[in-house]
């Protein structure tokens, strides 16, 4: 067990859905990254948030937004869900966001979109 | 533009059969270097950070070193249960951010 908590591991939608995935970081940590990984693309960043603050963005759709609420858990909502939307979905989290930090990753929520 | 690329795709030793990952990396103002181990369905495991040219880090099996241009991953007399994919990740001047940008990975397997 990492530390990093991502709900729920498997989620299987119709395509024009919207669905939210869930993470709660490790404890201490302030900074949460999401990421997708697809079997051709490797690990995409999507964005960062710094205590309840977004930090980065990477690439991103427009019909997927995040949040990072006070207790610092943090959300993905993917809207208007695609065929191409079908990934790994990671989210990872790391302290202050030092450098050397390496983040810690959590195991995954497994979309499929039908 | 910003790029790390990874190679082989794949590798396939026998076990104690010793080789090398490659890292190849073009950013400016690298930050860090890392490496990842990532098993299938799991998420990336830590394994190292490298900062400057010429550092090196050991656990057990594994050293990875780094140059200005690519980092190495060595594989010393592997075993079955080293068989995963090896992602590689830099993390370079970027303002107010400090997310990393993986490679494909090298999807290794040890043959018993």
């Known amino acids: 067990d990492s530390g990093v908590t991502q709900t729920p591991k498997h989620l299987i939608t119709a395509t024009g859905q919207r669905v939210t995935l869930r993470c709660s970081p490790r404890s201490g940590d302030l900074s949460v990254y999401w990421y997708q990984q697809s079997l051709d693309q490797g690990l995409q960043f999507l964005i960062q948030?710094?205590?309840?603050?977004?930090?980065a963005k990477g690439n991103i759709l427009e019909r997927f937004s995040a949040q990072q609420f006070p207790d610092l858990h943090s959300e993905l909502n993917l809207s208007s869900l695609e065929l191409g939307d079908s990934a790994l979905y990671f989210c990872?989290?790391?302290?202050?966001?030092?450098?050397?930090?390496?983040?810690?990753f959590g195991s995954g929520t497994r979309l499929t979109v039908v | 533009e910003d790029q790390v690329t990874q190679s082989p795709e794949a590798l396939r030793l026998q076990e104690g059969e010793s080789s090398s990952l490659n890292c190849s990396y073009t950013v400016s103002g690298l930050r860090g270097l890392f490496w990842y181990r990532q098993d299938p369905g799991k998420g990336p495991e830590f394994l190292f950070t490298?900062?400057?040219a010429g550092e090196e880090k050991e656990k057990e099996r594994l050293k990875a070193t780094l140059t200005k241009k690519e980092s190495f991953l060595h594989i010393t007399a592997p075993k079955p249960e080293d068989s995963a994919t090896y992602l590689c990740?830099?993390?370079?001047?970027?303002?107010?951010?400090?997310?990393?940008?993986f490679g494909t990975g090298t999807r290794l397997t040890v043959i018993p």
């Open positions: 948030y710094y205590n309840g603050e977004e930090r």
């Open positions: 990740a830099v993390q370079f001047d970027q303002t107010g951010a400090n997310n990393l940008f």
């Open positions: 990872a989290s790391s302290r202050q966001g030092a450098v050397g930090e390496g983040y810690t």
């Open positions: 490298l900062y400057s």
